[in-house]
């Protein structure tokens, strides 16, 4: 699996921007997608993930309310629709795929990854 991330940019606190993540591969419904991120001078941790079997999905407390996760099985592609963006959300984001059942909520035990997108956002 091949994955593919944009959307990336600057914004200033309180906007919006959608990540998008277009997978390869025709396995793509048999895989939870995720997202990850990693600011400056801090360790990679999670941000959400939608689960392949159910479509659950599950998020980082720091997100929960503000980003929302989906997946379109039919375009093989993920979305982080991310509101009311804060200043300490600015980071690389990574598209990561798992076949874990029940996904991974941590930055680990995910088998593929996207190349990072930046999203800054301004105070």
């Known amino acids: 699996v091949q994955l593919q991330a944009s959307g990336g940019g600057l914004v200033q606190a309180g906007g919006s921007l959608r990540l998008s993540c277009a997978a390869s591969g025709r396995t793509f419904r048999r895989y939870a997608m995720g997202w990850l991120r990693q600011a400056p001078g801090k360790e990679r941790e999670f941000v959400a993930v939608v689960s392949w079997s159910d479509d659950s999905t599950y998020y980082t407390d720091s997100v929960k309310g503000r980003f929302t996760i989906s997946r379109d099985n039919a375009k093989n592609t993920v979305y982080l629709q991310m509101n009311s963006l804060k200043p300490e959300d600015t980071a690389v984001y990574f598209c990561?795929?798992?076949?874990?059942?029940?996904?991974?909520?941590?930055?680990?035990?995910?088998?593929?990854w996207g190349q990072g997108t930046l999203v800054t956002v301004s105070s």
């Open positions: 990561v795929a798992s076949r874990g059942d029940p996904p991974p909520t941590t930055a680990w035990g995910y088998d593929y």
